[in-house]
């Protein structure tokens, strides 16, 4: 399974930029179509939330309006898109973020997420998850921090040139250096 964490306009190049984000998704879309066969199901979270999130700073949060629901920042990047159905493999998009009361950095998060995960790993016995996305220091990191509590038993391997960064990478290298059983690419 590859596991992709927030490829949104928003991320790359709207309201909450992460640095590096628009070469590094490039670069992931350009994997996606070398690699892309390599895996049974690619799995896409997204934010969607609604416009006055408690995580927007203007409603007492923490970060600036984005991926609200149905706007151009919250669409997935169109090569992603475009690479990830064209893999030749099953394509699964999941939303998170749309109780306006509530944060979820991770899709584990959302109601019934892990119950669908869950099955897509049983459906297509996978043992092995790639993640990656944005931004390594907040929602992949705590994607897969929730993963690794929610999937006992699965390997984790996190492809780290395809998940840019606030803090330069220092928190999601620091976490899976000391998490011996996560492999970093």
């Not at 996606?32 to 939330?49: L, M, P, Q």
Request: proline residues 4%; negative net charge; contains cysteine.
């Amino acid at each position: 399974m590859l596991m992709i964490v927030d490829p949104q306009v928003d991320f790359v190049s709207g309201t909450l930029p992460v640095p590096g984000a628009e070469k590094s998704m490039a670069d992931l879309a350009l994997y996606i179509k070398e690699r892309g066969n390599d895996y049974s199901v690619i799995v896409i979270t997204a934010d969607s939330h609604p416009f006055n999130h408690s995580s927007f700073a203007d409603c007492g949060g923490l970060w600036q309006r984005h991926c609200v629901h149905d706007s151009v920042g919250a669409a997935i990047v169109p090569e992603i898109l475009e690479a990830a159905y064209s893999a030749g493999c099953e394509v699964v998009v999941m939303h998170k973020g749309e109780n306006v009361a509530k944060e979820e950095y991770s899709v584990f998060q959302a109601p019934g997420a892990t119950a669908i995960i869950a099955g897509l790993l049983q459906k297509y016995r996978i043992n092995e998850i790639d993640i990656c996305g944005l931004a390594g220091d907040v929602c992949v990191l705590s994607t897969l921090k929730d993963a690794m509590s929610e999937l006992p038993g699965q390997n984790f391997r996190v492809l780290s040139s395809f998940s840019p960064s606030l803090d330069g990478g220092a928190r999601l290298a620091a976490f899976i250096t000391e998490n011996s059983t996560i492999c970093a690419k």
